[in-house]
């Protein structure tokens, strides 16, 4: 446990450091990063945690980003105070469209997910809303200057690298609260259903109300995870959460690892930066080659980035053990 919060503690100064050795650019693709680590842990609680497969996740995301414009852009809300509310809608939509699925398993389950992610779009183009979603045309947001505060401390930082480290604080606490919940009984509830309802059921768990509620805490960190990339990107449409977010947000996991919490930042670093990667290599089929990293990944590492970690991390240990 110590060697983890020494680990933790190095990542926190490193990521700490970042910002002021990289370009505005990078900074917010970092910033960026952090908040697919958010979506992501949030959906890794649902399927790799619970057992639940979701295709729409990117829905949840774009009612955070939306939900953090309106009140920003309609209320006069200050940026940090629309994350509660982005999380706390995303919490009670998740719960309740987690009740009607309860009779849904695997892959019909997956199927009405997808069908979430692909009709949101649709309706936030919905005449009869364009005075709060903006309607094709989205809704531009300004993007926060560094309080005073901090220029009192004699920091001097531009908006990129205010927000990196606002972001960085959100994910701090978002990562220590998905820890506590996994740690905890409902954690422990959630993933005896994963691995044998039947045998969860009979020990005492209550499987509709921690699916929903799984349900509901997993689109509570999405819908922070997508006001926080709303405030990022100072803007929001209804093309800009189409069905490809929610592919997307699926591949971070798998490709970071299921179950598991690191995996949630590895993924996010995936996809990222990589088709960033593919774009360099080839301009006329970029995403040939990120099918290829894909592929690639999929095939060295089949547990996920996390599961390749902790294996090389128990071979070194067995050869300092036995030299």
Known sequence: MNKRLVGFAILLLVACALPFFVSEYRTFQFTLVLIYSIALLGLNILTGFNGQISLGHGAFYAIGAYVAAILMDKAGFPYWATLPFAGAACLVIGFLFGLPALRLEGLYLALATFALGVSLPQLLKYHHLEEWTGGVQGIVITKPDAPDFVAELGIALNQDQWL????????????????????????????AIRDNHVAAEAMGVNNSMVKSLTFGISAMFTGVAGALGAIAVQFVAPDSFNIFLSITLLIGIVIGGLASISGALYGALFIQFIPNVADEISKAAPWAIFGLFLLAFIYLMPTGIAGAVRLAMARWQRKRQNP
């Open 164 to 191: 990196y480290f606002f972001t960085l604080a959100v994910t701090v606490v978002m990562f220590v609260l998905g820890w506590n919940i996994l740690r905890g009984r409902i954690g422990r509830a959630m993933m």
